[in-house]
């Protein structure tokens, strides 16, 4: 196992435009979270699943924003209707229990012009 | 809603010289984890703390959680020009959501 995978490493796409991101965790790893992070911010927290379920998600995610992990096993994010406001990098990690810490993917930067 | 605090936002240090970086909670935590990111890389997990007052070292670094579990701090003893990135803590009250601090960025000299 190489780790968590992240597909495309980077994508620019014209406003409006919707896009989708892959993230295939660590094979053993049951829980699965998205973040996003901006220029000179930390992470923050867009969405997490538990095996399939989506347990929850953050308030300050727009209706444009879902994710999917239909198996389990990978999981998707789809941004529809693309805003300058969206271009960051969007940071997929993966942990086998609660307590343990996250291991991150390399993340798809993704830019709206 | 909770927030993580993270000072300094820079500290440029030259090398051979201590750093350290503090994380302030706005409500009580249940675990504080460490990360660090090099420039141009992805958040990498150093350690998590979850006992009041709990000292952690792995070699040059120091983990600390206060006994209030609201504050943290990283240490860093005699930094090297490895040291370089950005150090972030990231707490959790218990829930699935971690919420990560805007990071402290070390700049190491030669």
């Known amino acids: 196992d190489t780790g968590v995978s992240q597909d495309p490493r980077h994508k620019i796409t014209k406003r409006g435009q919707n896009v989708t991101f892959r993230c295939d965790p660590i094979?053993?790893?049951?829980?699965l979270y998205w973040y996003r992070q901006t220029l000179g911010q930390g992470p923050e927290f867009l969405t997490y699943?538990?095996?399939?379920?989506?347990?929850?998600k953050s308030r300050l995610l727009s209706d444009r924003f879902s994710a999917e992990r239909p198996k389990g096993s990978f999981s998707t994010l789809e941004i529809q209707r693309t805003e300058q406001g969206d271009s960051a990098m969007y940071l997929c990690?993966?942990?086998?229990?609660?307590?343990?810490?996250?291991?991150f993917g390399s993340g798809t930067r993704l830019t709206v012009v | 809603g909770q927030q993580v605090m993270q000072i300094p936002q820079y500290q440029h240090v030259q090398e051979g010289e201590d750093f350290t970086t503090y994380c302030n909670s706005s409500?009580?935590?249940?675990?504080i984890q460490w990360y660090k990111q090099r420039p141009g890389g992805h958040p990498v997990f150093l350690i998590q703390?979850?006992?009041?007052?709990e000292v952690k070292k792995q070699k040059r670094l120091t983990f600390q959680f206060g006994e209030a579990k609201k504050n943290s701090s990283l240490h860093i003893t005699a930094t090297q020009t490895t040291d370089v990135g950005t150090y972030f803590c990231?707490?959790?009250?218990?829930?699935?959501?971690?919420?990560f601090g805007a990071g402290t960025r070390l700049f190491v000299k030669a």
């Open positions: 409500t009580t935590l249940s675990n």
């Open positions: 990231a707490g959790n009250t218990g829930g699935f959501k971690t919420i």
């Open positions: 703390l979850v006992k009041s007052g």
């Open positions: 699943f538990q095996n399939e379920a989506q347990l929850e």
């Open positions: 094979s053993e790893h049951n829980r």
């Open positions: 990690a993966s942990s086998l229990l609660q307590q343990d810490g996250y291991t």
